[in-house]
């Protein structure tokens, strides 16, 4: 296994540095690496875009996440919360749904865009002029126990000159203690105020007809679990779906550089084949990566773990031991791809001898030349059996029809 991971690497190389058996130049080969680099940055590029062409779980459920919060907040004060998200315009309008779902694929759920609706229609001027007002109040409380701390501070210094008898003249503080405790109690009773008055503009925010059927739909548990199952579903299942429709993005890039780089071949376009097979690698090299990254986080990832936990409880590391025998596979399996499609001599050898060409360098040659005048290569080896000669990489001797040794190059 390892020589035969060895010839591949060696070929590998061989392939990408050499037209018609002849090494590139440095020039050329910096030319060749440049227009390599800008096209991956583009095959990434272009992966990034049609992975974001279907919606994503929260483009799918925009609601979800505003809405889970809701449920999962015990404060007193959380209808006030998410109704003040409406207020503040923090919201994202029907017809952006809209355009959102023109522009990708997939659907977004109807009972977020009944959510949105509902939310903006709270976003009134009325209920504006309340919000502002309770912000208003809240502003002042915030200036008021602020004055309070500073007070606070000078009266306690105050005290403590006192009870060193310091005379008042010679005081660091401009508030004397009375006068501080005076002017404490009048802004708590201002705070004191201020907060009831906050209170009934709440209460008379929460009780608008427009509030009241907003909440009222926020409370139905049938229309929030149909939303998490929804949201939970697609979060299964956006990662496989991203790397389908990155497939879809790579494998006719792969299918039409492999059919360019075998039609070079048999033709003996040398560069042409050597452009071709540096295409033909910049568009596995993503390839890979997405086949490792969908092992990940993909479907079949998911399923072991659920199939794991079921098994095997808290043992999720065993995991761990199946893609260390799982992905050595999957390497072994696409070094044998390269080796019968891409790599294999035996196929280009029969094309070749067919065309009358050289088996190496793939340039028209005469049937009885023994060497290729345009490469040097030989074309005939010694049959073991009856002494004649025959093709090279040909599985069968020409004249006794005996088995040959393919390996012989």
């Known amino acids: 296994m390892f020589r035969k991971i060895r010839n591949f690497i060696d070929l590998f190389f061989t392939k990408s540095r050499n037209i018609n058996n002849e090494p590139v130049n440095k020039v050329s080969l910096t030319v060749i690496i440049i227009i390599d680099l800008f096209i991956l940055i583009n095959v990434f590029s272009g992966l990034d875009s049609i992975s974001r062409w279907y919606l994503s779980p929260n483009q799918a459920y925009p609601c979800y996440t505003s809405w889970q919060n809701y449920q999962q907040n015990n404060n007193q004060d959380r209808d006030f919360l998410i109704v003040s998200e409406a207020l503040n315009n923090n919201l994202n309008l029907p017809s952006s749904y809209q355009e959102s779902s023109q522009k990708n694929l997939g659907k977004i759920s109807s009972i977020c865009v009944n959510f949105s609706s509902l939310k903006e229609q709270i976003n009134k001027p009325n209920n504006k002029v309340i919000f502002t007002s309770i912000e208003d109040k809240q502003r002042q409380i915030t200036s008021l126990q602020g004055k309070n701390k500073n007070i606070r501070s000078q009266y306690d210094s105050t005290l403590l000159e006192k009870i060193a008898g310091q005379p008042n003249n010679l005081s660091i503080n401009q508030v004397e203690a009375q006068k501080a405790r005076l002017e404490l109690d009048k802004n708590n009773l201002n705070i004191s105020n201020l907060q009831g008055e906050i209170k009934d503009l709440k209460q008379q925010l929460l009780t608008t007809p427009e509030t009241v059927k907003f909440i009222s739909f926020l409370n139905s548990d049938t229309n929030f679990n149909e939303v998490k199952k929804g949201y939970d579903k697609a979060l299964f299942w956006y990662p496989s779906i991203q790397i389908i429709f990155q497939l879809i993005f790579l494998l006719p890039l792969i299918c039409i550089s492999l059919f360019v780089h075998k039609f070079a071949i048999e033709k003996g376009y040398g560069l042409l084949s050597l452009m071709s097979w540096h295409l033909l690698v910049i568009f596995f090299i993503p390839l890979l990566i997405k086949i490792f990254e969908f ?70 040659i005469h049937h009885d030349h023994l060497h290729c005048p345009h490469c040097g290569y030989s074309q005939y080896v010694e049959c073991h059996h009856c002494h004649n000669l025959t093709y090279k990489l040909m599985p069968y001797c020409s004249h006794c029809g005996t088995i040959q040794n393919t390996n012989i190059s």
């Open 295 to 364: 092992l990940q986080i993909g479907v079949i990832f998911k399923s072991l773990l659920d199939i794991i936990t079921i098994i095997f409880g808290g043992l999720v590391f065993l995991i761990n031991y199946l893609y260390i025998f799982i992905i050595p596979a999957i390497g072994f399996a696409i070094i044998k791809f390269f080796q019968q499609i891409v790599f294999n001599p035996q196929n280009q050898a029969s094309k070749r001898v067919e065309k009358s060409r050289c088996l190496s360098c793939g340039k028209k």
